[in-house]
């Protein structure tokens, strides 16, 4: 079993939709959750940035953290076209661990006009 | 543009051969990340430097190895390549050594292809 699952996908919706996402892991020291959004062929870029449980909102983007139940989603709100991307999340231990992300597998989204 | 830089963007190289990539962080920032990213293993830690000073090893093949030169770039060097080191590899780099409470900024990566 991988330590984080997140469904490949793909996932399509109309423009304006409301996009959920969703990651669950297994390792309870994860403390630090992320979201990263990869267009092809580039670089992940950070989204939303969020330690431990609750929620974070930054514009159309809210992340929400349940530690409890090992669980992590991201809304998109008002989706565009050029929200379609992979969404990526990623989390991190304590300093011990190193600074090593682990990743899901990318959920790919489309979003049409 | 995060401001880390990775070179060559694209390499085709042959089974058995070595090669080199380079990545050069952002200014000021003293830890690089290598991540491997393959479409059935999707993205995956390879190894961790801090100032020079290897941090952090994830599943990184014993044909890999990196380092962090005293101007802070990093080389991630692939030997005795195989069908199955195909892949894209990232850099990633990050101001200090505070573990996950650290935001990691990443290029755009090297495609490296081996026939």
């Known amino acids: 079993q991988k330590e984080v699952e997140q469904d490949p996908g793909p996932l399509s919706v109309p423009e304006g939709a409301i996009v959920s996402l969703n990651c669950t892991y297994s390792?309870?020291?994860?403390?630090?959750f992320m979201w990263y959004r990869q267009y092809s062929r580039k670089g992940p870029e950070l989204l939303m940035y969020t330690y431990s449980s609750g929620n974070k909102e930054d514009g159309r983007f809210t992340a929400q953290v349940d530690k409890s139940s090992k669980y992590i989603s991201l809304f998109i709100r008002d989706s565009q076209p050029s929200d379609s991307a992979t969404y990526l999340c990623?989390?991190?231990?304590?300093?011990?661990?190193?600074?090593?992300?682990?990743f899901g597998q990318g959920t790919e989204l489309s979003v049409k006009p | 543009d995060s401001g880390v830089t990775q070179t060559p963007k694209h390499l085709i190289t042959a089974t058995g051969q070595r090669v080199t990539l380079r990545c050069s962080p952002r200014s000021g920032d003293l830890s690089v990340y290598w991540y491997q990213q393959s479409l059935d293993q999707g993205l995956q830690f390879l190894i961790q430097?801090?100032?020079?000073?290897?941090?952090a090893k994830g599943n990184i093949l014993e044909r890999f190895s990196a380092q962090q030169f005293p101007d802070l770039h990093s080389e991630l060097n692939l030997s005795s390549l195989e069908l199955g080191d195909s892949a894209l590899y990232f850099c990633?780099?990050?101001?200090?050594?505070?573990?996950?409470?650290?935001?990691?900024?990443f290029g755009p990566g090297t495609r490296l292809l081996v026939l």
């Open positions: 430097y801090y100032n020079g000073e290897e941090r």
């Open positions: 390792n309870s020291a994860f403390q630090y």
């Open positions: 990633a780099s990050s101001v200090g050594n505070s573990g996950g409470e650290e935001t990691q900024y």
């Open positions: 990623a989390m991190s231990g304590r300093d011990n661990q190193g600074g090593k992300l682990i």
